[in-house]
């Protein structure tokens, strides 16, 4: 992999840690030093220092002899601990999600963003919908919510081929370095049944997902919704 050195070295290798451990990219041990060298063709030192960085952040933690870990992440070990889209539906997404819309709504419409976002039901959001299909039919549909001042710096095409993430990281100037996921489940109705083309009342597995910046404030609000015939999470789930 071959930086652009418009920032300092390590400025950008770090960066590209924070995204994949936010994006759960990896599990709960960071690549060795030797390893993530030879991946961004950099010195020890850089790579150190990027390190360090994320350290500093509170996002890894580094123990001599034994490894660079994620900091406060739960093992993988029960039908809570889904870290990606793709872990949720148990597939391997091959595509980018369609965009449905984007434009800025009415929070008191979508009292649980209002509550994510601290906002008043009278304040404006940003609000994305998208939609991931297997087979052509539809899986998983995710709404975003962010501050309405992004409306006109988001580009809605990078939104359909890229990271939201990045998306939003760019229009906006902040970086997200946290990341705080709630699961549950749900009867789904209005938008989320006609989105996943429901038959009655079928329940759906919920991921609400909550990034944030530095200092702990609110980037992007998340709400996913897994249609539950192809998850392994939702059977189990729904019969307690």
Not at 109 to 137: F, G, I, N, W
Request: with cysteine.
């Amino acid at each position: 992999m071959q930086l652009a050195r418009t920032q300092s070295t390590a400025s950008v290798i770090a960066a590209a840690l924070r995204e994949r451990i936010v994006a759960r990219a990896y599990d709960d041990v960071i690549p060795t030093e030797q390893e993530l060298m030879a991946e961004f063709q950099v010195s020890r030192y850089s790579m150190r220092a990027a390190l360090q960085m994320l350290v500093d952040e509170g996002l890894i933690e580094r123990h001599s002899g034994r490894g660079t870990f994620v900091t406060g992440r739960e093992p993988s070990d029960g039908r809570w601990s889904a870290r990606s889209i793709e872990e949720l539906i148990g597939e391997h997404l091959k595509r980018h999600p369609e965009v449905l819309s984007v434009g800025v709504i009415r929070a008191g419409d979508y009292p649980s963003a209002m509550v994510a976002c601290e906002a008043s039901t009278d304040t404006p959001l940003l609000m994305t919908e998208r939609l991931y299909r297997l087979d052509h039919k539809p899986q998983v549909y995710m709404r975003g919510f962010m501050a309405a001042s992004l409306a006109h710096h988001i580009v809605v095409a990078d939104i359909g081929s890229g990271s939201l993430v990045r998306t939003v990281e760019k229009a906006s100037g902040r970086q997200v370095v946290k990341l705080r996921q709630v699961m549950g489940a749900t009867i789904g109705e209005g938008r989320v049944k006609e989105m996943l083309q429901l038959d009655g009342k079928v329940a759906v597995l919920t991921m609400q997902r909550f990034y944030l910046d530095a200092i702990g404030q609110l980037v992007i609000y998340s709400e996913n919704y897994c249609a539950g015939e192809r998850s392994p999470f939702v059977t189990e789930l729904v019969r307690q």
